[in-house]
Every structure is written in structure tokens, then in C-alpha cells.
Nanobody
């Protein structure tokens, strides 16, 4: 199976930036669509961004559009989430996920990382 490990989370001031990384193991990872989700305490997990397996197509939640950028480097089996202009409402645990299709937020994500905490202070 595919194992995903997120990193890059931390504490940042509002208006600041962070880049999250998701390192994967598994021979089929590069052919999977990739997504980022987040979950704040007491709330359900929500879609943030996704990228097709070749990186030609991206999807973003309206709440992060224009501020976050998803990218991938298949040679490194890594997907990134560049987060700029961070807001307090971006505070959450961020998870990366992999899906066998390229349907963005509608894809069936079969593999999930353990999450990395992002905290944005005012």
C-alpha cells in the first residue's frame, strides 16, 4: 500500500506562509491523484486542494483559492502545499491523501497521512 507522511506544519503569524510536504512510499504513488484536506478541532475534515497525477490539473477550495498552491514532484514521490496569506481560520491539522483517479475533491481517496498541525496566530 501507499504510506503518506506530512511535514512542514507549525506556528505562523497571520499573513505568513508555510509549505507543507507529503512524502510517499509505494510504487504506484506517482500515478495517483493527490489531495490535501484539513480538520479543525470539533469539525469535519474538509477538502483543501488536489492535483492530478501528472500535475496538469489542480483544484482548490474556495476558501483557499488564490492563497494556496498545490504541486508535486513525482521523481521525489512528494506533493506540496504552499500556503500564503495565512488566516487564523486556516488553523487545522492538514492531511495529504492519494486517489486512483483525477476527480479532484470528488476522487476516492484511499490513502491518508497522519496529519501535520498548522496553527495561525493573529
Amino acid at each position: 500500500q501507499v504510506h503518506l507522511v506530512e511535514s512542514g506544519g507549525g506556528l505562523v503569524q497571520a499573513g505568513g506562509s508555510l509549505r507543507l510536504s507529503c512524502a510517499a512510499s509505494g510504487r504506484t504513488f506517482s500515478t495517483y491523484g493527490k489531495g490535501w484536506f484539513r480538520q479543525a478541532p470539533g469539525k469535519e475534515r474538509e477538502f483543501v486542494a488536489a492535483i492530478s497525477w501528472k500535475g496538469y490539473r489542480t483544484w482548490y477550495a474556495d476558501s483557499v483559492k488564490g492563497r494556496f498552491t498545490i504541486s508535486r514532484d513525482n521523481a521525489k514521490n512528494t506533493v506540496y502545499l504552499q500556503m500564503n496569506s495565512l488566516k487564523s481560520e486556516d488553523t487545522a491539522v492538514y492531511y495529504c491523501a492519494a486517489a486512483p483517479n483525477d476527480d479532484g475533491p470528488l476522487a476516492g481517496y484511499d490513502y491518508w497521512g497522519q496529519g501535520t498541525q498548522v496553527t495561525v496566530s493573529s
